[in-house]
């Protein structure tokens, strides 16, 4: 799969925003040449090997996998007690605030006809977005 050229809005080819798998997997073969951002002012540049079995290793890649970092950010975060947040769960908390945005629209434009049902929607829509944020 070719990757489209990113042109000066940050578009693809096509006119779509790149897709993040998309990158992953053309890169996914060229660690060696991979340049890794600085996130914290002292570097990484200590190591600590431990012994795994093959199904724990699968279970570490499948965790990093879902919340979208590496393993090793994955372990780093697990062994010094930071949460780990699932894109999935970021994902759904975006969705959710884009369907609220969408309920307000149809309440100024409707005129208020649905005010009593928006507004109970709406509430559950914020208790859903505190409940998944309260996991992070």
Same mark, same amino acid.
């Given at each position: 799969m070719p990757i489209a050229p990113i042109g000066a809005a940050g578009m693809g080819g096509d006119g779509f925003p790149p897709d993040r798998n998309h990158?992953?997997?053309?890169?996914?073969?060229?660690f060696n040449n991979m340049t890794f951002k600085r996130t914290q002012a002292e570097p990484l540049s200590c190591q600590c090997n431990i012994r795994l079995t093959p199904s724990e290793m699968e279970e570490l890649k499948d965790a990093a996998s879902v919340a979208g970092i590496t393993v090793s950010t994955y %372990?780093? @975060?697990r062994a010094l007690g930071r949460r780990?947040?699932?894109n999935t769960d970021m994902t759904t908390i975006r969705e959710l605030r884009r369907i609220g945005g969408l309920l307000k629209h149809i309440h100024n434009e409707s005129g208020g006809a649905y005010s009593q049902l928006t507004a109970d929607t709406l509430i559950e829509? @914020?208790?859903? %977005?505190?409940? %998944?944020g309260n996991g992070l």
């Open positions: 990158f992953s997997r053309a890169f996914s073969t060229s %372990i780093r @975060q780990v947040a699932a829509i @914020q208790k859903a %977005i505190v409940s %998944i």
